[in-house]
């Protein structure tokens, strides 16, 4: 009899979610693809759709109009002028527009830009600039390991609270989530900084917010200094691991841009702490439109479930649709969503170079079989696919005809692009664009080069795993 019964109400259940997921407004594949797990998969296809599969899109993280009233705060700081001037550009206008318009992401002027490759350079400068800091330090990190580097991080922060320096920390409830069980922050708690969790983890297998993590890394200095890119805070990107040395990209700014930074902080602040605070502060010292000798423009685009538009992916197709020579790509994980797939294969078929470089040893065996599966359709457009062995690639940079660059956290999967909380700078200089091309010529010496007939020559059963974790690319 309670079989019965429990046999009835499990099929109304799945029959509840099939409506769901048909009803949701994902694109075919990604709908396909959870289909197929709550279809084929009992019990554990719906545990993984409730944790991994909800639409976001409903999720409130801080109040509509609050959220909005730090959105609007960098406009303050923005130079109308080059503001103006970049939007009316036939070359960057394009791009800049449709960020301006979809993400209301205004163009910010930076007085300076330092692109960091290094780990060891990053944290050097990164722990030089917190030492220096004289009123406020804010910090957010997806991981900040309890290792020798995060210790040395927290200590250091904690000794600035104790001289009076205003210190704020956000963390991934998931990414940090070993810190936070053992008690790591408790130091600087104790020295008087703030320290919050996003999102805070209580029952890792039953939490149905353990979906959407907070992936950024930003750090703001004083109202003065920023710092944006792929790099966590952990030992192996001084001492490598398993895996080899961590290659990764990292930028520090100075100008008014910072103020864009410090609005993706305060969003992240804003979540963790759950209440509305006074903004014109956070602002008061930062630049307001200063004509700089030699500006650097950028915006800085942001997604995740109060987004109304997928900006980062609308970013990267319109990127790829502009290029008029050569397309540089560096992602640890490529996962693409249909529409930009569609675009790099389009860009090379009209013959645009485009070099995609990703690790030739990933972290994870079903994402990179999983990633393996796109290769064949971007070799077949003629894209050059490079495996770079010089250790694990996770850099996040896109260099456009060597006239601008798109980097930050983001990789180039669907949880990057669809479901994380994620920032990007679209930089138009072509100095830095420059700058990182000749640094991702110089990471060509560490890479093989892919062949479509080598690659056709795979065994049947590497194809059919790849084809079976494919089929999980929107959960990866």
């Given at each position: 009899m309670w079989t019965i019964l429990l046999s009835i109400l499990y099929t109304l259940f799945v029959v509840g979610v099939v409506v769901v997921i048909l009803t949701g407004?994902?694109?075919?594949?990604?709908?396909?693809?959870?289909?197929?797990?709550?279809?084929?998969?009992?019990?554990?296809?719906?545990?993984?759709?409730?944790?991994?599969?909800?639409?976001?899109?409903?999720?409130?993280?801080?109040?509509?109009?609050?959220?909005?009233?730090?959105?609007?705060m960098p406009m303050q700081h923005a130079d109308t002028e080059l503001h103006e001037r970049l939007l009316e550009d036939s070359y960057y206008g394009s791009i800049a527009k449709l960020l301006y318009n979809s993400d209301d992401r205004t163009v910010l002027a930076a007085s300076s830009m330092e692109v960091l490759t290094v780990g060891k350079d990053k944290y050097q400068r990164l722990f030089e600039d917190i030492s220096a800091a004289e009123h406020e330090i804010h910090m957010m990190y997806y991981i900040i390991a309890s290792d020798e580097l995060g210790?040395?991080?927290?200590?250091?922060?904690?000794?600035?609270?104790?001289?009076?320096?205003?210190?704020?920390?956000?963390?991934?409830?998931?990414?940090?989530?070993?810190?936070?069980?053992?008690?790591f922050w408790r130091p600087l708690r104790r020295a008087g900084g703030q320290v919050y969790a996003f999102m805070p983890i209580r029952l890792p297998f039953f939490d149905l917010r353990i979906n959407y993590r907070n992936h950024r890394k930003v750090v703001v200095i004083d109202q003065r200094i920023g710092y944006l890119g792929g790099m966590n805070v952990a030992q192996y990107y001084t001492e490598g691991n398993e895996l080899g040395q961590w290659r990764d990209t990292h930028f520090r700014i100075e100008g008014s841009a910072v103020a864009g930074l410090q609005r993706v902080f305060l969003v992240d602040w804003a979540s963790a702490v759950?209440?509305?605070?006074?903004?014109?502060?956070?602002?008061?010292?930062?630049?307001?439109?200063?004509?700089?000798?030699?500006?650097?423009?950028?915006?800085?685009?942001?997604?995740?479930?109060?987004?109304?538009?997928?900006?980062?992916?609308?970013?990267?197709?319109?990127?790829?649709?502009?290029?008029?020579?050569?397309?540089?790509?560096?992602?640890?994980?490529?996962?693409?969503?249909?529409?930009?797939?569609?675009?790099?294969?389009?860009?090379?078929?009209?013959?645009?170079?485009?070099?995609?470089?990703?690790?030739?040893?990933?972290?994870?065996?079903?994402t990179q079989r999983a990633s393996d599966s796109y290769l064949t359709q971007l070799l077949q457009a003629g894209v050059e696919v490079r495996r770079y062995a010089g250790g694990f690639l996770h850099s996040k940079i896109l260099v456009v005809d060597r006239q601008f660059v798109g980097i930050g956290s983001a990789n180039m999967d669907f949880r990057s692009l669809e479901i994380n909380l994620e920032v990007m700078a679209f930089v138009y200089d072509e100095q830095k664009a420059r700058v990182l091309g000749k640094t991702f010529d110089e990471d060509l010496t560490a890479c093989y080069q892919l062949s479509l007939d080598e690659w056709s020559q795979r065994s049947l059963w590497r194809r059919i795993l790849e084809a079976i974790a494919r089929l999980f690319s929107p959960l990866l």
């Open positions: 407004g994902d694109d075919i594949y990604r709908m396909f693809s959870w289909l197929m797990v709550v279809l084929f998969i009992p019990v554990v296809g719906i545990i993984l759709y409730l944790l991994f599969g909800r639409p976001a899109t409903t999720m409130e993280l801080i109040p509509k109009g609050f959220l909005e009233d730090i959105n609007r210790v040395k991080l927290r200590d250091l922060l904690a000794r600035k609270a104790r001289e009076g320096v205003k210190v704020r920390v956000v963390y991934d409830g998931l990414g940090s989530f070993w810190s936070d069980v053992k008690g759950h209440k509305r605070f006074d903004l014109e502060p956070f602002f008061a010292q930062i630049d307001r439109g200063a004509p700089y000798e030699s500006p650097i423009a950028m915006q800085f685009l942001t997604n995740g479930p109060q987004a109304h538009w997928q900006t980062l992916e609308q970013a990267l197709v319109k990127a790829c649709s502009i290029a008029h020579e050569e397309i540089l790509i560096q992602t640890p994980y490529f996962l693409p969503p249909a529409g930009l797939q569609l675009s790099l294969c389009s860009a090379a078929l009209r013959g645009v170079r485009v070099c995609l470089m990703i690790p030739a040893r990933g972290d994870s065996l079903l």
